[in-house]
């Protein structure tokens, strides 16, 4: 079916308002915050009730038209990138909390509820909702379910994943499919849920979520650690874990990106360090004490050159200015950003961070390397400019042999941003060609007509799409 | 296609500012239009990306673009938080620009901007005329905030609750001056169109708090608009020739510091005037740019000059709120000063607002373009003092007053606006 008939009815199921068709606003919905190529849309739609998203659905199902769900476009591995047959779904006007329960300790959500505004909604209740991925000023509860979305509390307090009680959604049909419950024990069914988190919108469309919330802890306490060498500080994440102490955040920035920083906010870091710890522990104010106390003695015993606690929310506050700041000091350092995720077991911090070390000499770009290094996850942050071409191949080499060190060490490709296009040719060396067809299988099964985010995730090798 | 490429070829100079962008959204998180309408283009994000589009050649008109651009109140918090820097600001004032170049300006607007608010006297007889006759045209709404709205269908103005024009402008009431000052400063004072002519008021209080502090003053005649309505229409010629005809008119005497009362002149002559005016003569750009560096905001001057003493605080009886305009807080990040002053007036306790440093709405051409964007952005901010149970509300910005004037008075509440400096001279 061709673009115009499909404008038509979209409009007249939604309203003209609610479908944009410019030419500008298409191209405005062409990229999300990954380096990938865009793909302009044929139409954007925005339906203000969770009965026209289902209706938008069924329609896209009976013309075989793709759908890309999009709420703050913040994907880091194209995965918001739409088909250029397909149209773009916006989740914005869908944006209620719906229930906030604060005896059950849950909340019913819509999936274009922004992330810190939930979470702020919570916290004045004095629950919590941890999962804090670096995007969440702008990102969106649907969207953080659809990556699996990680945050600097994953070690202590999981990922999105662990948050989800059931969810409702439309299959590509366009049913209304509910799982789960509002209830701490349900075993009714399969875990669909489990199937949904994390799929990058490519097994169905959610419109409504049940969040788990927990207490919000009553005490916490900020420290900075600062090393004159990689392996002292990993061995003091490693000595931390192993005094059973679990720190809310456990931070790491790498010299680069401590250089970057201090030329940027002049936060006062020493740039003469190897390594920084950013750590935060958080509970009981008893526990909260009796543990800071053990991470400095740790940090101090393993050889850190100097250990700071904030003795106040404002001196907590520089601490954790200069870890938000990584990202922005290094992004000004030049016009292009590469950030990648790959993930590795804990203790293999210091080979990772020496083997990003030696990519970047081999293939001569700059890569600053920060991350949290509590569950191994480290964002090593390429700058380039795409415009050159030349660097850009390196820049590409370079990001496939980051993969190739971290699959060598046991790790993944990606532990909070999705594989998305960015990663999909990749993936099949980190789970085989087996696994991506088995992942077929399902998703032919649910989603017969291939409208639900095609192109994404199961690339069988690095050059084949759908 | 061949008229496209002029544009392509003109947008070429803000390659290197556009490609800084690295498409992160984090400008959702402040951008007060997307908080209404969730729309990409209307995001600093998706504007930059319709730019680059647009010098890609994705368009074959411009027309598209250029009205994307315009839904935008310039108020600078995506600029202020970008992490890779961008400076969107600058690139939108300069792509309208450039874009307006090659369309040219539409007729009302040309003539407004070239004939009437580039020529002193003309303006001038104009706006008399106006406010000789706005009684005529305008029903009281509201006698606390003194706001008004058409009896008549007015072009422009819609529904909107206006503060009047006063009977006598600021430059009929004191025309000009010149003080010497054996041992203070010598400040230079730039009016503005809005307090001239709104709130001469607020102008007569920045008198007063110079002469307090004993310092020189050099208040020029024949002062003209600072641009900044011309440079956001797009007409980059009729904000020059402001810019140049306000270098000539402060160059008669020698000052120290040049004081404004209006937050968004003092952004736009700070900020906006460099960056935009730096392919003058370097005669001219001299000139600019000595009265750019001078340039503070009035609560800023207050505080550096003393003026305001800690710790002789009384617990005031009138609650007074503050609202941040975005040109001092987000543009110059000045935000205590004000705040240090509404502390220590004996008559006040200051109580804090949610979210003061949200933009009120207004935008200047915005507010008068998208009536009802601007509404649903004013019509929060209004709640929010509301909430406070202030007495009054205090800002440093006309344009801010009479956008809270207008909300306050829809939402039926009569709380007085006022100037910062209205409040502290009050004290006196």
Redesign the interface.
Known sequence: MSEKPIVKDLKAILGADSV?T????K???????A?VEPVIPIAVV?PKSEKKLGKVITYCYRYGVPLTVRG???NLSGGTVPHENGIVV?T??L?KIIELNVEDMYAVVQP?V?T?RFARTVEEQGLFYPPDPG?Q??STLGGNVAENAGGLRGLKYGVTRDYVMGLEFFSAEGDLIKTGSRTVKCVSGYDLAGLLVGSEGTLGVISRIILKLIPYPTARMSMMALFADLLSASQSVAEIIAARVIPATLEFMDRFTIDAVERFSRAGLPTDVEAVLLIEVDGHPAQVEDEAKKVESICRKCGALNVRTAKNDEERDKIWEARRSA??AL??LR???VLEDATVPRSKIPQMVQAIEEISREFNVQIGTFGHAGDGNLHPTILT???DHDEWKRVESAVEAIFDAALKLGGTLSGEHGIGVAKAPFLYKEVGRASIKYARRIKGALDSRSILNPGKVLWLNDCHRE | MASINRLIAMLESLEDDL??C?????C??VCPLYRET????DVAR?KL??LD?LRNA??EKAD??AK?LQRCLLCGACQAQC???VKSVEIFLKARAIISEYQGLPPVKRFILRKILAVPERFHRVMNFLAHCQKLVFKDTNSLSGTSCARIPVPLLGKRHITPLAKKPFHERVPSMYRQSSEGPTVAIFIGCLIDRVFPSVGEAVLKILSKVGAGIYLPGGQLCCGIPALSAGDWATFRNLVRKNAEVFSGEKFDVLVTACATCTAVIKEVWPVMMDDEPPAVFGKIRKISERTVDITEFMIKYGLVEKGKKLSGHLKVTYHDPCHLRKSLGIWKEPRAILDSLDRYTFVEMADADACCGLGGNFGLEHEDLSEGIGLKKAQSVIDTGVDVVATTCPACMIQLSDMLSKLGSGKPVKHVVELYVDGL
């Open positions: 944009l410019a030419p500008e606003d191209v405005a919905y062409s990229y999300d915050a380096v925005q703050a476009g913040t916006l914005g006007r944006d274009g922004i810190a995007s000023a702008v990202l922005s992004a000004k016009p292009t950003v400019d795409k415009r | 490609v800084v690295m498409r992160c959204g984090m959702q998180s969730r729309l990409e283009t998706g990306a319709i589009g994705l368009f598209g673009v994307r992490p890779s820097g």
